[in-house]
């Protein structure tokens, strides 16, 4: 059973989020927006944007638990940094790619098919690496006489591609939204922090039955979690399929499409007609209300941060 202190940090953390969600919803109730807005794409925002940092997030949660198991113990977490360090290559790539497009005259950049893609392969890394480190967190190889947890910082190298990678995939394709929805899609990132944090806390420990009449040092290193980290990782690889899911909903269902065209039609429109008015500082038209209207924008002529609906 979980001792005192713990129950408390749990009831603790339970009112912190309670007040935090409370003033949360009163902040949206006030904004203008609220009666303009789609309920069902706030969440399949802000569930698809859970995907982004908890699997990072959720491992450093588990670490303490995990070192235990662990051969090279805590010196481990200096080798973990420096995986999710490398997986800043993820964003470079991307980057890279897109500079080498517009080089060629393709002001486009990444197509949004493209970026669609690569976040389907993202999430779904993000599913299998997490599955893997269910079953596999303490795998080790012997190398150069002494055992290596190899496969884990591979892993977690994987999951940190993701995490890397959102800034430059995750929130441009929701530039395609409303600018409304990037509060859910922030909401739900913050929520890939705290929802690790929440289970880890009541994963806590349970003191075994062989503490009886021990001091408190060996106590607390005798003590076991409430549940193993295999359970914790598969929960995580839940949430990434969850995400997966939503960011599926997001593309495709017809709200969501009314929601994306909808607003790219308006910024085209507008930029179109600022477009033409410009062109006729000659003319007779003194205001863009005077100006014929624009009513037919071809899709490739619509470009969102620097790519295109096409």
């Given at each position: ?196 944090s929440m289970v880890a806390l009541i994963q806590g420990v349970e003191e075994s039955s062989n503490n009886t009449n021990v001091s408190s040092i060996s106590s607390a290193k005798d003590s076991l979690p409430l549940f193993g980290p295999t359970v914790y990782f598969l929960f995580i690889a839940s949430i990434m399929l969850i995400s997966t899911g939503s960011f599926f909903l997001l593309n495709n269902l017809p709200i969501s499409k009314k929601e994306m065209m909808h607003f790219l039609n308006s910024d085209a429109q507008s930029l179109s007609s600022s ?36």
């Open positions: 059973m979980h001792s005192e202190g713990q129950m408390i940090r749990f009831r603790a953390y339970c009112r912190l989020g309670y007040k935090m969600c409370f003033r949360a919803f009163r902040l949206f109730i006030k904004t203008r927006c609220m009666k303009q807005r789609n309920y069902v794409v706030d969440i399949l925002a802000l569930t698809f944007a859970l995907g982004a940092w908890i699997s990072v997030t959720g491992f450093w949660v588990e670490l303490p638990i995990l070192i235990a198991h662990l051969p090279e113990g805590w010196r481990i977490s200096s080798q973990l940094s420096v995986a999710i360090q490398l997986a800043n290559i993820g964003p470079v790539i991307i980057g890279t790619i897109s500079w080498h497009k517009k080089g060629e005259g393709d002001e486009r950049g990444l197509s949004l098919s493209t970026r669609r893609c690569t976040i389907y392969s993202l999430l779904i890394l993000g599913v299998i690496a997490n599955i893997v480190l269910a079953f596999e967190w303490n795998a080790t190889i012997v190398i150069g006489g002494y055992s290596h947890s190899l496969a884990l910082i591979l892993l977690l190298f994987s999951v940190g591609l993701i995490g890397c990678t959102s800034p430059v995939l995750f929130m441009p394709l929701m530039a395609i939204f409303p600018q409304k929805y990037l509060v859910s899609y922030l909401v739900g990132e913050g929520l890939g922090g705290f929802l690790p477009n033409f008015m410009e062109d006729c500082n000659g003319s007779n038209f003194s205001s863009p209300n005077e100006a014929p209207q624009i009513t037919d924008i071809p899709q490739d002529q619509m470009f969102t941060l620097g790519f295109s609906v096409s």
